[in-house]
């Protein structure tokens, strides 16, 4: 399961920047100017996982293949791109084609890089962002509604439910909030992802501070400079930071981060955050071949996980021979694994856990 995050906020706030940092690329031309972005920039990137690197001590296989995560840089939106402003409709349609948003919001001051209303303001810009996409999705919604009145109207139960929904998410866009604060039971969740809305995709908030504020800035007062809730998922980073960071050898970076009492990268805190965000995990398959981490949503049972590898492991799926990862690795592999009873054979039901080392059995 390939996770796709767009970056999405106003011109000149460093998504670029953090782009690059993020891909280890220079594919994002960063400028000093509204709309260097003009199409998408897409960066496939793996996802750091230190589990992975302990099990292929272990198991020495022939390839090592981490999770993959997939960023796209968005052009940046201005005041007015629901109505075309700008490069709006550019904007929105590309954000409707990722799993969940990245907003990154300017906290560094300093005149020497343009913004775009003037004055740095992060709860303003937010807002600038959020308001676009809730007007878009109302404008999609009040199109839908009439069509689903005449629907519902003949008795059509289906259409009944999905015209609650569609009614329950539309009061909270009027109301100013995002589709994703609405209370929807789970059923009604299932009916709200068929109307593919921007605001109903989990954001996470990149707080873009300048390399004295790490220090002093920290996610609590990130939260409050953007008016956020304190559930909100919000990171600091210094994309110019991370972007001379990935100019240096692992140990070296490490090093530099210390200097600013950065333990992580802001690409680790990231997918960390997106991850809780959208609810996914990590399982492994771990064998002479290769040894492998799988995305899935948490909640998944075992064929649904087996699924991911492939469609005909699920279909014909048998069990799942499964040891958590710490007793792997505290055991020393597979093998002492089993001798010592941390192997388990799990059934159809069984709700694959983080970490899980897994082996399907199936047949077709």
């Not at 109302?138 to 439910?161: C, F, I, N, P, Y």
């Not at 210094?238 to 240096?248: F, M, P, R, T, Y």
Request: aromatic fraction near 6%; charged fraction near 25%; hydrophobic fraction near 45%.
């Amino acid at each position: 399961m390939a996770l796709r995050i767009g970056i999405i906020g106003l011109p000149n706030v460093g998504k670029s920047t953090l782009f690059n940092a993020l891909t280890r690329t220079r594919g994002a031309q960063a400028a000093n100017y509204p709309f260097c972005t003009i199409e998408p920039n897409v960066g496939i990137v793996e996802v750091p996982d230190e589990r992975l690197k302990k099990l292929a001590d272990l198991v020495q296989p022939e390839k090592i293949i981490p999770a993959a995560i997939e960023f796209v840089d968005i052009a940046g939106l201005v005041r007015g791109a629901s109505k075309g402003e700008g490069l709006g409709n550019k904007f929105l349609a590309a954000i409707r084609e990722v799993d969940a948003l990245c907003e990154v919001v300017r906290l560094f001051p300093g005149n020497d890089v343009i913004h775009v209303e003037g004055s740095v303001d992060p709860a303003r810009d937010r807002e600038t962002v959020e308001v676009e996409l809730i007007l878009s999705d109302m404008d999609s919604l009040e199109k839908r509604q009439k069509k689903l009145q005449s629907e519902a109207r003949t008795g059509d139960k289906e259409k009944v439910k999905e015209l609650v929904v569609l009614e329950k998410i539309l009061t909270a866009l009027k109301a100013g909030q995002m589709a994703i604060t609405a209370p929807l039971p789970a059923d009604e969740e299932l009916i709200a992802k068929q109307f593919n809305l921007l605001t109903l995709k989990p954001v996470v908030y990149a707080a873009n501070v300048a390399e004295d504020q790490l220090h002093t800035v920290s996610i609590h007062e990130a939260r409050r400079q953007l008016k956020l809730p304190d559930t909100a998922q919000v990171i600091t980073v210094s994309a110019k930071i991370e972007e001379d960071v990935q100019e240096l050898p692992e140990e070296e970076a490490a090093a530099f981060l210390k200097q600013f009492s950065v333990n992580s990268s802001g690409l680790s805190q990231l997918i960390q955050a997106a991850y809780a965000a959208l609810g996914y995990q990590t399982y492994f398959t771990a064998g002479p071949q290769e040894v492998r981490a799988w995305t899935i949503r948490k909640g998944w049972t075992a064929p649904q996980a087996a699924g991911v590898i492939h469609t005909d492991f699920e279909k014909g799926f048998i069990r799942a021979e499964t040891i958590a990862y710490q007793d792997y690795v505290t055991l020393g592999g597979e093998l002492k694994a089993k001798e010592a009873g941390k192997m388990r054979a799990e059934g159809k039901e069984y709700v694959v856990r983080d970490g899980d080392v897994m082996h399907f059995r199936f047949n077709v």
